[in-house]
């Protein structure tokens, strides 16, 4: 039995998914998945990974991060499956991550954006890397944005909206730090955390118009982030105050809001027009050709996992996790999701870099995104090494 077992493997390697497939975020799963697929095929038909071809075992989590790490657990001890492309947001991504600590297969998180689960160290394992987008980053660029905006329009009283877990906390957190470091004079007045995937936004709405800010900040995301403005226009809370949404220019949120304001400032998710590349607009349209829609952030990051771990394999010319792990530490290859043409696997934390990041100005209909304002990659660079310094993350 064992040895039909390994002359299966031999030509055939399994990869396990757990993403959420179910749910009012169902859309990250199948999104995440149709992306995987679609490049999968591509490897696929150039030979494989190391000659062996992919087999995809893809898992519903439900949303449930207990759930998440059972799948996880079952996908390699009796699945069979080498390795794991994590699709799960941070709140399953983190569970995930403790079952690889524990089983020690190569962990490929392509969805969760929580700073810390790369950046500090106590979190890292050499096993895990992180390749997709993350909350410092957009952090960074995110409240230089807003500086810059705040001061046009002399924006100094905010407010914040963000889910009440990880990701919300920490990436709110930093998006006001560096809203300040940008814009001394601005002031929090309140903050409101709704509960993640939380279907009525009354309570928060209500607490945001009582203490009238000129601005809000929100890190809300997928239906969240479109149910919260559609709940917002009933109350005319855009006519108050100017909404910074990071997470709103996606097509699942931006076609999903019933009538878009126009002037919301967000964060790029995934756009086929940023960036503003043949690349980038062939990527979009063979996916939209394949599956009848655009795809999403989750759709991109998920591409971007599978392009960078053939090339890991190919450098490698193996499968063996270790040395997938050594190869992915430093990689750094062509993509259409980058303005420079490349995306870096960066070594020292093992996370994703110089990914195209930048935000834009909402309009109700194609491109919905006007006006893209690209970060810059060295000043993300700069202040980031700051911002794990205070954190405790690097000597020195």
Excluded at 102 to 120: P, V
Excluded at 227 to 237: G, M, P, R, S, V
Excluded at 273 to 287: M, S
Aim: one cysteine or more; a neutral charge.
């Amino acid at each position: 039995m064992l040895l039909g077992r390994q002359r299966h493997q031999a030509k055939t390697i399994k990869i396990g998914m757990p993403t959420i497939l179910s749910g009012r975020v169902a859309q990250l799963g199948t999104s995440s998945r149709n992306a995987v697929m679609l490049e999968v095929e591509k490897v696929n038909a150039a030979g494989g990974l190391a000659g062996r071809q992919i087999e995809m075992v893809v898992r519903d989590s439900k949303g449930q991060p207990q759930e998440a790490a059972r799948v996880a657990r079952e996908l390699i001890n009796s699945d069979g499956c080498e390795l794991l492309i994590d699709g799960e947001a941070s709140s399953g991504g983190f569970a995930v991550h403790e079952v690889a600590r524990d089983l020690g297969f190569l962990c490929l998180h392509s969805n969760s954006e929580t700073s810390a689960l790369t950046a500090d160290p106590k979190l890292r394992i050499p096993n895990a890397f992180r390749l997709c987008r993350q909350g410092i980053h957009d952090s960074i660029v995110g409240g230089s944005h807003a500086a810059a905006v705040s001061k046009a329009k002399k924006l100094k009283r905010w407010a914040t909206c963000s889910p009440d877990y990880a990701y919300g906390r920490d990436t709110t957190a930093e998006f006001i730090l560096y809203l300040k470091h940008f814009a001394p004079d601005v002031e929090v007045v309140a903050e409101s955390w709704p509960k993640l995937f939380q279907p009525d936004y009354t309570e928060s709405l209500t607490k945001l118009l009582q203490a009238r800010p000129q601005a809000l900040y929100s890190a809300l995301w997928g239906g969240d982030i479109s149910a919260f403005i559609d709940q917002a226009n009933i109350y005319a809370l855009f006519s108050q105050m100017d909404l910074f949404a990071v997470n709103l220019a996606d097509y699942t949120a931006l076609t999903a809001v019933k009538n878009l304001p126009k002037g919301i400032q967000s964060g790029n998710r995934y756009l086929k027009t940023f960036p503003a590349t043949p690349q980038n607009a062939a990527w979009a349209e063979a996916y939209m050709a394949r599956y009848k829609e655009y795809p999403t952030n989750w759709a991109w990051q998920n591409a971007a996992t599978v392009n960078l771990l053939a090339a890991a394999a190919k450098k490698a010319n193996a499968t063996d996790g270790a040395k997938l792990a050594e190869a992915l530490r430093g990689l750094t290859i062509e993509s259409p999701f980058s303005e420079t043409g490349t995306i870096t696997v960066r070594a020292e934390d093992q996370t994703l870099v110089d990914y195209a990041i930048g935000w834009g100005t909402t309009i109700p209909a194609m491109p919905f995104v006007v006006d893209m304002r690209a970060g810059s990659w060295p000043q993300i660079f700069e202040l980031e090494a700051e911002w794990k310094k205070s954190k405790g993350y690097v000597a020195g």
